[in-house]
C-alpha cells in the first residue's frame, strides 16, 4: 500500500468518539481517531515496511504514528532515526508505543540508558518502559544493572515528571518479576517509597501498588507453572 492509500484508510476509519477519547488521554495535534483494534488489523495486512513506516511518521498524524510503529522494522531502525522520532514525542500514548518499537531494535539497552536519565517527559517515559521491556525480556543481564536502576528509581521518582513516574513505576515492577534476588529488593524500594502519585487526567486509568502487582503476578506465573506440570 501506498502512504496516500494508508492515509485515506485511517481517514475512513476514524471516529469523533475515538477522537474525543484519544484527546483525555492527552493526543493533541492532527488524528483521526483509529481504534488500536483497526490499526492492528492493517499493520496486519501491510506486515513490515519500513520506507512506508517513515513516510507515515512524517506525516505528524497521531494515527499514522502509531501505525508507523507497528510496521516498521526493528532491524533497520538506525540509532539516529530513532533520537530524531524521539524528538517528536507529544504524548505518552504515543511514547509508549515507541518505546515498544525501539525494545525490538539493536539499540534498546544503549537508548535506555540515555533516555531513562532524560528530564522530558515523554523521553524518560520511553527510557523507563525501555528498562521495563528489558526486565521482562529473556536477554541474560547481570543483576547489577537492575540494582542500579532500582536505585534511581527509589531516590528520583518523586520527583520526575508525571507520566515518567508511571513508566518508573512499571520498570519497578517488571524488575521485581524477573528474579527472586531482584523481587525481594524491588518490593523492599517499593515498600521505602510508598505510594507514586500519577495524575491520569479525565480518565479512568489508575497507577498500580507495584508490592501488591509484583506479588500478584509472581503467584500468577506459579500457578500457571503448577497447571503447566500437571498437564
Not at 532491524?75 to 511514547?95: E, F, T
Request: some cysteine.
Amino acid at each position: 500500500m501506498t502512504k496516500k492509500e494508508v492515509v485515506g484508510r485511517l481517514k475512513a476509519l476514524g471516529t469523533a468518539q475515538n477522537r474525543k477519547v484519544y484527546g483525555r488521554h492527552g493526543v493533541t495535534g492532527p488524528m483521526f481517531g483509529v481504534s488500536y483494534a483497526d490499526i492492528g488489523k492493517l499493520a496486519k495486512k501491510i506486515k513490515v515496511d519500513q520506507a512506508l513506516a517513515e513516510s507515515l511518521w512524517a506525516t505528524g498524524n497521531h494515527d499514522a504514528r502509531i501505525l508507523a510503529t507497528y510496521i516498521a522494522d526493528p532491524s533497520a531502525m538506525k540509532s539516529g532515526q530513532i533520537d530524531a522520532w524521539a524528538k517528536d514525542l507529544d504524548s505518552y500514548v504515543i511514547a509508549g508505543a515507541f518505546s515498544k518499537l525501539v525494545a525490538r531494535t539493536p539499540f534498546a539497552e544503549k537508548k535506555a540508558e540515555k533516555w531513562s536519565r532524560a528530564r522530558s517527559e515523554w523521553l524518560g517515559q520511553a527510557g523507563w518502559d525501555l528498562v521495563a521491556s528489558l526486565a521482562l525480556g529473556d536477554a541474560p543481564k547481570p543483576n547489577a544493572w537492575f540494582e542500579e536502576k532500582l536505585r534511581v528509581i527509589e531516590s528520583e521518582v518523586h520527583r520526575r515528571p508525571n507520566r515518567t513516574r508511571y513508566s518508573m513505576n512499571t520498570a519497578l515492577i517488571g524488575i521485581g518479576v524477573r528474579n527472586a534476588s531482584l523481587e525481594k529488593k524491588a518490593v523492599a524500594a517499593a515498600k521505602r517509597i510508598g505510594a507514586i502519585e500519577v495524575d491520569h487526567g479525565e480518565t479512568s486509568c489508575t497507577t498500580p501498588d507495584a508490592v501488591a502487582y509484583i506479588r500478584k503476578t509472581l503467584a500468577h506465573r506459579k500457578t500457571r507453572a503448577q497447571k503447566k506440570g500437571r498437564a
